[in-house]
């Protein structure tokens, strides 16, 4: 059974941080294999944060450059995406996906 389990949300002020993780479990990870965060403001739809194929082939939507940071560790079959100086504006539900697969999400809040 596939299994992406995000955690590490959380409550923080702005100008804080969080790493988020996924854990992927049930199906082939490897290097070539894409993998993607999106995120799911209250209200709106669902965006594409970010995404990795092998070690540096990166993507990230404007408004989080120079600011998130996606990596892999696939020898722990794990993605993560570092976030920094965040912003009220990155409050959102933050959700892993795989091709086809998808975790339930993590909550991210950010207010002071």
């Known amino acids: 059974q596939v299994q992406l389990v995000e955690s590490g949300g959380g409550q923080v002020r702005p100008g804080g941080s969080l790493r988020l993780a996924c854990a992927v479990s049930?199906?082939?990870?490897?290097?070539?294999?894409?993998v993607k965060w999106h995120r799911q403001a209250p209200g709106k739809q669902r965006e594409l944060v970010a995404r990795l194929i092998g070690e540096s082939g990166t993507y990230y939507i404007e408004s989080v450059k120079g600011r998130f940071t996606i990596s892999r560790d696939d020898a722990e079959k794990t993605v993560y995406l570092q976030m920094n100086s965040l912003k009220p504006e990155d409050t959102a539900v933050y959700y892993c996906?795989?091709?086809?697969?998808w975790g339930k999400g993590t909550l991210v809040t950010v207010s002071s």
């Open positions: 049930g199906r082939i990870f490897t290097f070539a294999t894409m």
């Open positions: 996906n795989i091709g086809d697969d």
